[in-house]
């Protein structure tokens, strides 16, 4: 795992078991569970023109061979680019943020999180004791009628 570049297999797979969630790994997770059907739509519809404009511009950009804030991984199929825009979320929200704002809106508003504004990470205080990823622990709590929680320690 390498958070600080974006990369995080433990946050990469658990995309796509939340993608899988509705029985399909296609880049579009079971949205506004509980909601009426007039709701989930216009969230499905919202989805789609967003992730569909940011996973055809990544898939661009790599075959320029030009490198940014997502990994290339990600404009493999929309299931992958879920799971890369998931790991960038969480891993580097203060460079996916300004530079890809629809897409972190959409994300900030599934994962119910805004890792941009969580306080900086604290440094190491002691050599002697084994690192952990960035610095913070995560803890997941997946429920589909209540959505995601995801809560960090330093």
């Given at each position: 795992m390498a958070p600080e570049r974006g990369?995080?297999?433990?946050?990469?797979?658990?995309?796509?078991?939340?993608?899988?969630?509705?029985?399909?790994?296609?880049?579009?997770p079971a949205l506004g569970t509980?909601?009426?059907?007039?709701?989930?739509?216009?969230?499905?519809?919202?989805?789609?023109?967003?992730?569909?404009?940011?996973?055809?511009?990544?898939?661009?950009?790599?075959?320029?061979g030009e490198s940014g804030v997502l990994r290339a991984y990600g404009a493999t199929n929309p299931?992958?680019?879920?799971?890369?825009?998931?790991?960038?979320?969480?891993?580097?929200?203060?460079?996916?943020?300004?530079?890809h704002p629809g897409l972190y809106s959409e994300?900030?508003?599934f994962y119910r999180q805004d890792p941009a504004q969580w306080p900086p990470r604290k440094p190491a205080t002691s050599s002697a004791s084994p690192?952990?990823?960035?610095?913070?622990?995560?803890?997941?709590?997946?429920s589909i009628k209540n959505g995601i929680l995801l809560s960090f320690a330093s």
């Amino acid at each position: 795992m390498a958070p600080e570049r974006g990369y995080n297999v433990v946050l990469h797979e658990f995309a796509h078991q939340i993608d899988y969630e509705d029985g399909w790994a296609n880049g579009a997770p079971a949205l506004g569970t509980g909601q009426s059907r007039s709701k989930r739509k216009q969230e499905y519809a919202a989805w789609t023109r967003i992730m569909g404009k940011e996973f055809k511009e990544l898939r661009t950009q790599v075959q320029n061979g030009e490198s940014g804030v997502l990994r290339a991984y990600g404009a493999t199929n929309p299931a992958e680019f879920f799971a890369v825009a998931t790991e960038t979320f969480f891993c580097k929200p203060k460079k996916l943020q300004p530079t890809h704002p629809g897409l972190y809106s959409e994300l900030k508003m599934f994962y119910r999180q805004d890792p941009a504004q969580w306080p900086p990470r604290k440094p190491a205080t002691s050599s002697a004791s084994p690192p952990v990823s960035s610095g913070i622990l995560w803890h997941f709590h997946w429920s589909i009628k209540n959505g995601i929680l995801l809560s960090f320690a330093s």
